[in-house]
Antibody
């Protein structure tokens, strides 16, 4: 069974940093791209970032480019999201998702339960 | 960026009825559209990808279709567990974009 468990969320002041983690299990982690998708309170879904199989390629939404960094540690089956220079508009639930496989498209096949990040002074 | 226009915003139906949710892409995305279901306290669920391919484990009462840049999710014979939020997402190109969502409620 595929499981994605996010951690590291919480309350943080504007301008500060926070690092999210996602522990994956139930599949061969290195065989899939991984991604972060977020959802602001009472709003829709927004793709944040994606990372390739070995982490050599990363992709970001315009709203986080230059501030957020996605990375992965395949030996630990763990995905990360380093969030710097946080803004109030980054307040959201952040979902870890399993993304493209070797034979898959760029849809989000599995999702974690999400972790809340609140940016406020 | 590809804009995804999803409609309706709200939808009310009774168990046993059929409903359709629409999603229109601002430019060609070929067949690359996915549909997701969101329910409180549960992980988001992929229902359909590539416009009409049913994800493993999803009941056959869910179906997807495409006409050009217009996509439709149809749910036949609604079950109580089908009520919730539905989102479309284009998976043709970066940045991946979602529709604004449709809330399916019990009438």
């Amino acid at each position: 069974e595929v499981q994605l468990v996010e951690s590291g969320g919480g309350l943080v002041q504007p301008g500060r940093s926070l690092k999210l983690s996602c522990a994956a299990s139930g599949f061969i982690f290195s065989d899939y791209y991984m991604a972060w998708v977020r959802q602001a309170p009472k709003k829709g879904l927004e793709w944040v970032a994606s990372i390739s199989f070995e982490g050599s390629d990363t992709y970001y939404g315009d709203s986080v480019k230059g501030r957020f960094t996605v990375s992965r540690e395949n030996a630990k089956s763990t995905l990360y999201l380093q969030m710097n220079s946080l803004r109030s508009e980054d307040t959201a639930t952040y979902y870890c998702t399993r993304h493209k496989g070797y034979y898959d498209g760029y849809y989000f096949a599995y999702w974690g339960q999400g972790v809340m990040v609140t940016v406020s002074s | 960026d590809v804009q995804m226009t999803q409609s309706p915003y709200n939808l009310a139906a009774s168990p046993g009825e059929s409903v359709t949710i629409n999603c229109k892409a601002s430019k060609s995305i070929s067949k690359y559209l996915a549909w997701y279901q969101q329910k409180p306290g549960k992980a988001n669920k992929l229902l359909i990808y590539d416009g009409s391919t049913l994800q493993s484990g999803i009941p056959s009462r869910f179906s997807g279709s495409r006409s050009g840049t217009d996509f439709t999710l149809t749910i036949r014979r609604l079950e109580p567990e089908d009520f919730g939020l539905y989102y479309c997402q284009q998976h043709n190109e970066y940045p991946f974009t979602f529709g604004s969502g449709t809330k399916l409620e019990i009438k």
